[in-house]
């Protein structure tokens, strides 16, 4: 994070007693991971992860700080799991060699580099990695401010979004539809609510 966002959430926290270096790691009971796309040119389909781990790291005395998400590839969900008739679930496709191919890469990762103001928009630059391939990608970021919770921890809240091209990270599996089109479209949104408590 750059000096002007880190100052703004310095100034909405406590000063450490301890040390010039605090990480707020992720607390997975009050974050999301999210995403939509498009199914048939007809509807989103949403789903998430329900495992993942990641923290913020901010540097008070350089007034830097850098964030870090590890989400696990199995931990898909987008409420699909009956296979019917079907040879296999949605998700079951998602987590095979067409999707993500959990077994070969069971997490993917996002790390940082930079943040810039934009207009009125802060957007996080960094690396994501799906599958190997390590790619750039931007995100949308609104701090939602600090808290004290009831057990005297200190808290940050945070709201990232942005959106993916899938087949940039190999996620190329798709069916053509008779009159035109495709099954599963290419650009894929991500969501990410993120409550952060200092460890």
């Not at 999210?34 to 901010?58: E, P, V, W």
């Not at 590890?70 to 019917?84: L, Q």
């Not at 993500?100 to 960094?126: K, Q």
């Not at 798709?174 to 408590?197: F, M, S």
């Amino acid at each position: 994070m750059p000096t002007r966002l880190v100052i703004l959430v310095l100034a909405a926290t406590p000063l450490a007693a301890t040390a010039a270096i605090e990480t707020y790691p992720l607390d997975p009971l009050h974050t999301s991971v999210s995403f939509a796309i498009d199914h048939l040119g007809l509807s989103m389909i949403h789903g998430r992860f329900s495992k993942y781990a990641g923290k913020i790291t901010i540097d008070r005395v350089a007034k830097t700080g850098g964030v870090e998400l590890v989400v696990e590839t199995a931990s898909v969900d987008t409420n699909d799991n009956d296979k019917g008739n079907r040879p296999r679930s949605r998700d079951e496709h998602l987590r095979s060699a067409d999707f993500f191919e959990v077994e070969a890469h069971p997490t993917m990762t996002f790390r940082s580099t930079g943040i810039r103001r934009e207009g009125g928009d802060w957007l996080l630059d960094g690396d994501l990695t799906i599958k190997g391939t390590r790619r750039p990608i931007t995100l949308e970021v609104e701090f939602l401010g600090a808290a004290t919770d009831p057990w005297g921890g200190s808290r940050l809240g945070f709201s990232a979004r942005g959106e993916i091209d899938r087949e940039a990270w190999g996620l190329n599996w798709n069916q053509a539809l008779e009159a035109g089109g495709v099954v599963v479209g290419r650009k894929v949104t991500l969501d990410i609510e993120a409550e952060l408590v200092r460890s």
